[in-house]
């Protein structure tokens, strides 16, 4: 097949630090070309991902940054680019709108943010004529009224994130900064625990910087260290390192990429019940699920006896990249097989 990506304009792909979507992006397209397909990954012209690739924009414009103009201009070009394609992966809002104005051309998109928000009439208008992808089955389960083609949960490569000892003595923090994540809980849960926590946090935003300073700034100490933003290697290393992730969210979250990655490092994860967690984590066996901050701190202290490399098999067996392209292609076909697509709830 002759597959066009289209990626949001905001971040690079793949992301040098923060950005779960453009991550899944790079796993998918690296994926499918390795599958044999004909992969154009349309995207911003400092991506990296090695494959085939086409832009407009120089320089990706940042998340907040760009209005809707810069988003259909991008666009725009995409779908130029994308004549002659079998099917179009377009992960922009803008761009299944857009898509009609090219009849016969086969489009499905995918949902990475909540439908209990102002995206729900959004993807309510558009699913009628663009199939959509959830990336949970607890996001599928609010899409209410509207049809959802297929659940994909996101996937990474494990080879790319190498088992981790451990041995770090402190469990991580991984994530953004703001109040639905919350930090403020995963402090207070590490520090009953006795377990040193390291925050390392997007905070490039100004709402993310206000908030740092009026509701974290004053919970750090020896304890608990705010490292900033990372990625790459030195993403994958303080992850391998950790005795846990400690991930309290405090919103229904769609999925939560990081949870994957450390699982992939062998990191078992602390997570409260909320959103695509449950899926994600084997309760007692790659993590725990808990509410509470007397038993998220248990937790904490009990994740160290957990066994690191079932968490790795819970990732090569369910959560690897290979087995999110391959469930992508089946859409794909299906897709081009029959237009009166079967949509499941």
């Not at 849960?189 to 390291?198: D, E, Q, T």
């Amino acid at each position: 097949m002759r597959i066009v990506l289209v990626a949001p304009p905001w971040v690079a792909i793949p992301p040098t630090a923060y950005g779960g979507t453009e991550a899944v992006l790079d796993v998918l397209a690296r994926g499918l070309e390795r599958a044999g397909h004909d992969v154009l990954l349309f995207t911003t012209g400092d991506s990296t991902c090695p494959v085939p690739r086409d832009f407009i924009l120089p320089h990706a414009i940042g998340v907040g940054v760009g209005g809707s103009a810069t988003e259909l201009r991008h666009v725009i070009h995409a779908y130029r680019a994308a004549v002659g394609a079998d099917i179009v992966h377009d992960h922009t809002l803008i761009g299944p709108v857009y898509a009609d104005r090219f009849v016969g051309l086969p489009v499905v998109t995918t949902n990475h943010g909540p439908f209990q928000s102002e995206l729900g009439d959004y993807y309510q208008a558009i699913a009628e004529r663009t199939p959509i992808i959830a990336i949970s089955h607890h996001q599928a389960s609010t899409a209410t009224k509207t049809p959802i083609a297929a659940v994909i949960h996101h996937g990474v490569d494990p080879d790319r994130y190498p088992a981790g000892l451990g041995d770090g003595g402190y469990a991580l923090f991984l994530g953004r900064m703001c109040p639905e994540k919350g930090i403020p809980a995963a402090i207070h849960a590490a520090r009953r625990a006795g377990v040193p926590l390291r925050i390392a946090a997007k905070m490039s935003e100004p709402a993310e910087n206000l908030y740092f300073e009026r509701c974290v700034k004053s919970l750090l100490g020896v304890d608990i260290e705010f490292v900033g933003e990372v990625g790459g290697v030195d993403k994958v290393n303080l992850i391998g390192g950790a005795v846990c992730l400690l991930n309290p969210i405090d919103w229904p979250e769609p999925f939560g990429m990081v949870m994957v990655e450390a699982l992939a490092c062998g990191t078992p994860v602390v997570a409260t019940h909320m959103g695509a967690a449950p899926e994600i984590v084997d309760d007692g066996v790659t993590g725990f699920i808990r509410s509470t901050q007397e038993d998220l701190a248990w937790a904490v202290q009990a994740s160290q006896y957990l066994d690191r490399g079932v968490c790795r098999s819970a990732v090569t067996g369910h959560f690897s990249a290979e087995r999110m392209v391959a469930e992508h292609v089946a859409l794909y076909e299906q897709v081009l097989a029959d237009s009166t697509l079967p949509l499941v709830a």
